[in-house]
């Protein structure tokens, strides 16, 4: 049976051979559920539906992320940020709308608001507003909740520390075997040395195997 898998976007179960790779995001799909590359037209890169989507329209980037990240930058400092209009305005680098210069309630700390999420979101909220001399305070919340990873831990016992085994190099020395022998070897060699017996003067006994093949009354003279 050929090999089957599912389709990301419509969960339809079809052979593997039916299916292809996106190019971006890498996950398999059928082919009624990915176009060819939207900006060069090329039909051997094929995209799947979602990231065709998100490159013809990508999500707008708001202005105001800047401000999220300046307010994070400074919690680590003070628990209140001062910031005047034209202050914010440098920060976002654009101008504030006119409804923030003229009422107070675009400052109402409403998750639904689009600018007052940037201060909701980097853990500041509201906390005075002075539009006569064109200035906002922000404090910061002490009871945000932050996710924190923590390790797991093991209901049961708790095995001790045990460490590496390392793996001692091997030396170049001989082993004790081969020493043994050697030294046996040469007591051999010492034993034979001392048995053979010895001769006053230069006199030399004869090899064997001159006895073997000369006779005395026939050695050649």
């Not at 969960?11 to 990915?34: A, T």
């Not at 590496?164 to 001989?174: D, L, M, Q, T």
């Amino acid at each position: 049976m050929p090999l089957k898998d599912e389709c990301c976007l419509c969960k339809r179960v079809l052979p593997y051979s039916y299916l292809r790779r996106c190019q971006r995001c890498g996950h398999l799909y059928c082919r009624d559920c990915m176009v060819s590359d939207v900006t060069t037209s090329d039909f051997k890169r094929m995209f799947c539906l979602h990231c065709a989507r998100k490159i013809v329209s990508p999500q707008p980037f708001s202005k105001y992320g800047a401000l999220t990240r300046h307010l994070k930058f400074r919690s680590a400092f003070t628990n209140t940020v001062k910031l005047s209009f034209a202050e914010i305005d440098g920060i976002i680098s654009d101008n504030l709308p006119m409804s923030a210069y003229k009422t107070e309630s675009w400052w109402s700390n409403m998750p639904t608001n689009a600018h007052a999420k940037a201060w909701l979101d980097a853990g500041w909220n509201v906390h005075e507003i002075n539009l006569k001399e064109g200035y906002v305070v922000f404090k910061k919340i002490n009871n945000l909740k932050t996710k924190r990873y923590r390790r797991k831990v093991s209901r049961g016992e708790i095995k001790p520390f045990t460490p590496v085994r390392v793996r001692i190099p091997k030396s170049n020395k001989p082993s004790k075997t081969r020493v043994s022998k050697l030294y046996a070897r040469l007591k051999n060699l010492e034993r034979q040395r001392a048995s053979l017996p010895t001769y006053p003067g230069s006199f030399k006994p004869k090899p064997k195997h001159e006895k073997i093949l000369f006779k005395p009354e026939k050695k050649p003279q």
